[in-house]
């Protein structure tokens, strides 16, 4: 992944707590960080997948240790398991004091926390979104964002608006509906999409990543095309 990252001449990696630096395993969170280093490339955050609100997911400690070892800024996060249609009072209480709790931890060691903009979780509408960070309001806690699936071009300036004042990176991906679910397509098939989104978000006050996800059929070829297409991107939208 380091290789394909520096051969493609993008700056930085999101590190995944599923794949690639494990929960509590700081020993690989450090060899990952070496690599990372020693190729010149930053670690921007950490993918932990921590489910906000559900202890199950594991305790936040050993997450927030994986992220220190990685040298990690960020820590991104899933606001639950709901969608926001499905969340009653309590449930959004639970997400938001665990998400106080997770935040208070990671700022006394320097760090931030991002949820993740997502279906069926409380991010999943940009109405969600705003009113889950509103609700935690702690300074280090932000967003990402994604255009959701069927969302069209105005609506996902929407979304991005909502969510600007807390807008830590984008994830940047191509895909479509189709019968049997969702199709990953070249990120060129959607350019100038990207081209107005990433317009939109380079105007913001701040730098931030704009970090590639979901590359068709998980090709490295693919992903080589998809880099050069984001920097030609991130070159236009600024």
Same mark, same amino acid.
């Given at each position: 992944?380091?290789d394909l990252?520096?051969?493609?001449g993008?700056?930085?990696?999101?590190w995944g707590g599923?794949?690639h630096?494990?929960?509590?395993?700081?020993?690989q969170a450090?060899?990952?960080r070496?690599?990372?280093?020693?190729?010149?490339?930053?670690?921007?955050?950490?993918?932990?997948?921590?489910?906000?609100?559900?202890?199950?997911t594991?305790?936040?400690?050993a997450?927030?240790?994986?992220a220190?070892?990685?040298g990690?800024p960020?820590?991104?996060?899933w606001?639950g398991r709901?969608?926001?249609?499905d969340?009653d009072?309590a449930y959004?209480?639970q997400?938001?004091e665990?998400?106080q709790?997770?935040a208070d931890q990671a700022r006394r060691a320097?760090?931030?926390i991002?949820f993740e903009?997502h279906?069926?979780?409380l991010?999943?509408t940009?109405?969600?979104?705003?009113r889950?960070l509103?609700?935690v309001d702690?300074?280090?806690?932000g967003s990402f964002?994604?255009?959701?699936l069927?969302?069209?071009?105005?609506?996902?300036l929407?979304g991005?608006?909502a969510v600007?004042?807390?807008?830590r990176?984008v994830h940047?991906?191509s895909w479509?509906?189709?019968?049997?679910?969702r199709?990953?397509?070249?990120?060129? +098939? *959607?350019?100038?999409?990207w081209?107005?989104? @990433?317009g939109? =978000? &380079? +105007? *913001?006050?701040?730098d931030?990543?704009?970090? @590639?996800?979901? =590359? &068709?059929n998980?090709?490295?070829?693919q992903?080589?095309?998809d880099?050069?297409c984001?920097?030609?991107?991130v070159k236009v939208?600024g």
């Amino acid at each position: 992944i380091v290789d394909l990252v520096a051969r493609a001449g993008l700056q930085g990696i999101e590190w995944g707590g599923d794949v690639h630096a494990p929960h509590g395993d700081v020993a690989q969170a450090r060899r990952v960080r070496q690599l990372t280093v020693d190729a010149g490339l930053e670690v921007v955050t950490y993918g932990s997948y921590y489910r906000v609100g559900h202890s199950e997911t594991g305790p936040f400690g050993a997450v927030l240790e994986s992220a220190l070892a990685l040298g990690a800024p960020t820590i991104r996060v899933w606001a639950g398991r709901r969608g926001s249609r499905d969340a009653d009072d309590a449930y959004w209480a639970q997400v938001v004091e665990d998400a106080q709790s997770i935040a208070d931890q990671a700022r006394r060691a320097g760090v931030q926390i991002a949820f993740e903009y997502h279906g069926n979780t409380l991010t999943d509408t940009r109405e969600s979104a705003r009113r889950l960070l509103l609700a935690v309001d702690r300074p280090n806690v932000g967003s990402f964002w994604q255009p959701p699936l069927d969302a069209s071009r105005a609506e996902n300036l929407l979304g991005i608006d909502a969510v600007a004042p807390w807008l830590r990176h984008v994830h940047v991906f191509s895909w479509r509906r189709t019968p049997g679910g969702r199709e990953r397509l070249p990120l060129a +098939a *959607l350019e100038e999409d990207w081209r107005v989104y @990433l317009g939109r =978000v &380079r +105007a *913001l006050p701040s730098d931030r990543y704009a970090l @590639l996800e979901f =590359v &068709r059929n998980d090709d490295p070829e693919q992903f080589l095309a998809d880099a050069t297409c984001l920097a030609r991107l991130v070159k236009v939208s600024g």
